[in-house]
Protein backbone atom coordinates (compact mmCIF):
# COMPACT_ATOMS: atom_id res chain seq x y z
CA UNK A 1 0.00 0.00 0.00
CA UNK A 2 1.13 3.23 -0.65
CA UNK A 3 1.79 5.44 1.74
CA UNK A 4 0.51 8.79 2.32
CA UNK A 5 2.12 11.92 2.38
CA UNK A 6 0.55 14.71 4.89
CA UNK A 7 0.99 18.29 4.83
CA UNK A 8 3.36 20.01 7.34
CA UNK A 9 2.83 22.36 10.24
CA UNK A 10 5.89 24.05 11.91
CA UNK A 11 4.52 24.74 15.80
CA UNK A 12 7.61 26.12 17.82
CA UNK A 13 10.76 24.28 15.68
CA UNK A 14 9.06 21.09 15.38
CA UNK A 15 7.57 19.33 12.03
CA UNK A 16 4.24 17.94 12.67
CA UNK A 17 2.13 16.26 10.33
CA UNK A 18 -1.41 17.42 9.60
CA UNK A 19 -3.47 14.50 10.47
CA UNK A 20 -7.08 16.36 10.85
CA UNK A 21 -8.20 18.09 8.74
CA UNK A 22 -6.75 16.51 5.43
CA UNK A 23 -6.59 20.13 3.90
CA UNK A 24 -6.70 23.89 4.91
CA UNK A 25 -6.34 25.13 1.55
CA UNK A 26 -6.91 24.47 -2.14
CA UNK A 27 -5.18 25.79 -4.94
CA UNK A 28 -8.08 26.47 -6.89
CA UNK A 29 -8.54 29.33 -3.85
CA UNK A 30 -5.30 31.06 -5.45
CA UNK A 31 -6.51 30.17 -9.15
CA UNK A 32 -4.23 26.60 -9.91
CA UNK A 33 -5.97 24.34 -11.49
CA UNK A 34 -3.76 21.12 -10.60
CA UNK A 35 -3.54 17.69 -12.15
CA UNK A 36 -4.91 15.15 -9.43
CA UNK A 37 -2.41 12.17 -8.75
CA UNK A 38 -4.30 9.50 -7.62
CA UNK A 39 -3.53 6.44 -7.08
CA UNK A 40 -0.23 8.29 -5.79
CA UNK A 41 1.14 9.01 -2.42
CA UNK A 42 -0.30 12.36 -2.90
CA UNK A 43 -4.08 11.98 -4.07
CA UNK A 44 -4.80 15.75 -3.95
CA UNK A 45 -1.79 16.73 -5.96
CA UNK A 46 -0.52 19.61 -3.87
CA UNK A 47 1.18 19.64 -0.63
CA UNK A 48 1.32 22.77 1.73
CA UNK A 49 4.00 23.76 4.86
CA UNK A 50 2.11 26.16 7.33
CA UNK A 51 3.72 27.98 10.29
CA UNK A 52 2.35 29.23 13.55
CA UNK A 53 4.22 31.86 14.96
CA UNK A 54 3.61 34.02 17.27
CA UNK A 55 -0.34 33.14 18.10
CA UNK A 56 -1.34 33.25 14.01
CA UNK A 57 -1.42 30.25 11.41
CA UNK A 58 0.49 31.02 7.96
CA UNK A 59 0.96 29.50 4.59
CA UNK A 60 4.19 29.02 4.22
CA UNK A 61 4.64 26.87 1.08
CA UNK A 62 2.74 25.49 -1.20
CA UNK A 63 4.04 23.09 -3.98
CA UNK A 64 1.78 21.46 -7.37
CA UNK A 65 1.82 20.10 -10.42
CA UNK A 66 -0.42 22.43 -12.72
CA UNK A 67 -2.31 22.12 -15.71
CA UNK A 68 -3.39 24.19 -18.02
CA UNK A 69 -7.22 25.77 -17.64
CA UNK A 70 -9.19 26.23 -20.28
CA UNK A 71 -8.57 28.70 -22.38
CA UNK A 72 -4.78 29.41 -21.06
CA UNK A 73 -3.12 29.49 -24.05
CA UNK A 74 -5.51 32.16 -25.69
CA UNK A 75 -5.14 34.10 -22.69
CA UNK A 76 -1.48 33.62 -22.81
CA UNK A 77 -0.82 34.71 -26.51
CA UNK A 78 -3.36 37.80 -25.80
CA UNK A 79 -2.17 39.05 -22.46
CA UNK A 80 -5.50 38.61 -20.49
CA UNK A 81 -3.85 36.90 -18.00
CA UNK A 82 -0.71 35.63 -16.27
CA UNK A 83 -0.61 31.74 -15.35
CA UNK A 84 0.56 30.70 -12.71
CA UNK A 85 -0.53 33.72 -10.63
CA UNK A 86 1.38 35.49 -7.92
CA UNK A 87 0.05 34.35 -4.29
CA UNK A 88 0.46 37.02 -2.08
CA UNK A 89 3.10 38.88 -4.21
CA UNK A 90 5.42 35.64 -4.26
CA UNK A 91 6.06 34.24 -8.15
CA UNK A 92 5.86 30.55 -8.35
CA UNK A 93 9.23 28.57 -9.19
CA UNK A 94 10.14 25.30 -10.98
CA UNK A 95 10.97 22.80 -8.30
CA UNK A 96 11.21 18.85 -9.85
CA UNK A 97 8.86 19.62 -12.23
CA UNK A 98 6.35 20.55 -10.44
CA UNK A 99 5.28 24.22 -9.82
CA UNK A 100 6.24 25.70 -5.64
CA UNK A 101 5.60 28.39 -3.92
CA UNK A 102 7.71 29.52 -1.05
CA UNK A 103 7.92 32.13 1.86
CA UNK A 104 4.62 32.70 0.90
CA UNK A 105 3.47 34.02 5.06
CA UNK A 106 0.35 33.71 3.75
CA UNK A 107 -2.35 34.71 7.00
CA UNK A 108 -5.09 32.18 7.14
CA UNK A 109 -8.01 33.09 8.42
CA UNK A 110 -9.12 29.29 9.81
CA UNK A 111 -11.48 28.58 12.38
CA UNK A 112 -11.36 24.69 13.71
CA UNK A 113 -8.94 22.36 15.25
CA UNK A 114 -5.94 21.19 13.62
CA UNK A 115 -4.59 17.65 15.22
CA UNK A 116 -0.79 17.47 14.57
CA UNK A 117 1.32 14.29 14.64
CA UNK A 118 5.40 13.76 15.08
CA UNK A 119 6.87 10.46 14.36
CA UNK A 120 10.24 9.09 16.37
CA UNK A 121 12.69 10.40 13.64
CA UNK A 122 14.79 7.12 14.45
CA UNK A 123 12.36 4.98 12.67
CA UNK A 124 12.21 6.81 9.50
CA UNK A 125 12.51 3.24 7.22
CA UNK A 126 9.35 1.79 9.45
CA UNK A 127 6.99 4.97 9.50
CA UNK A 128 3.44 3.93 8.30
CA UNK A 129 1.70 7.16 8.42
CA UNK A 130 -1.51 5.83 8.15
CA UNK A 131 -1.02 4.03 11.67
CA UNK A 132 -1.62 5.78 14.46
CA UNK A 133 0.79 4.39 16.57
CA UNK A 134 3.34 6.09 14.30
CA UNK A 135 3.18 9.00 16.18
CA UNK A 136 4.98 9.48 19.56
CA UNK A 137 3.03 12.91 19.89
CA UNK A 138 -0.35 13.90 19.15
CA UNK A 139 -1.54 17.63 19.39
CA UNK A 140 -4.31 19.32 18.92
CA UNK A 141 -4.72 23.29 18.62
CA UNK A 142 -7.52 25.27 18.05
CA UNK A 143 -8.08 28.26 16.26
CA UNK A 144 -10.32 31.19 15.74
CA UNK A 145 -10.15 33.69 12.82
CA UNK A 146 -6.34 32.09 12.18
CA UNK A 147 -5.53 32.80 15.77
CA UNK A 148 -4.25 30.12 18.03
CA UNK A 149 -6.81 29.81 21.09
CA UNK A 150 -5.56 26.80 22.98
CA UNK A 151 -3.98 23.10 22.61
CA UNK A 152 -4.34 20.15 23.88
CA UNK A 153 -2.82 16.88 23.51
CA UNK A 154 1.06 17.08 24.04
CA UNK A 155 0.78 13.27 24.80
CA UNK A 156 4.17 12.22 24.12
CA UNK A 157 4.06 7.73 23.51
CA UNK A 158 0.15 8.09 24.13
CA UNK A 159 -1.64 6.53 21.33
CA UNK A 160 -5.08 7.53 21.52
CA UNK A 161 -6.27 10.93 19.79
CA UNK A 162 -7.03 13.79 22.28
CA UNK A 163 -10.83 14.79 22.06
CA UNK A 164 -11.28 18.27 22.22
CA UNK A 165 -12.42 20.23 25.81
CA UNK A 166 -16.08 20.31 25.00
CA UNK A 167 -17.17 16.96 23.96
CA UNK A 168 -17.59 14.28 26.88
CA UNK A 169 -15.30 11.24 27.29
CA UNK A 170 -15.98 7.80 27.99
CA UNK A 171 -15.47 6.54 31.45
Known sequence: MTKIIHDVVIFEGTSYDLLSPA????PKDFGLFIIPQRPTHNPAGFLCTYEISGDSLFLESLSCLL???DGWF??????????PPAINGVE???E????????????LKYTGELVLGVTDSTRVDEIDKDDPRTY???LTLFFREGKLCGEIGRNRGKLELPRPPSLPTKS
Open 96 to 107: NGDVAYVALSFL
Open 136 to 138: VEI
Open 67 to 69: MRP
Open 74 to 83: KKMMYGFKKY
Open 23 to 26: RLVR
Open 92 to 94: PVS
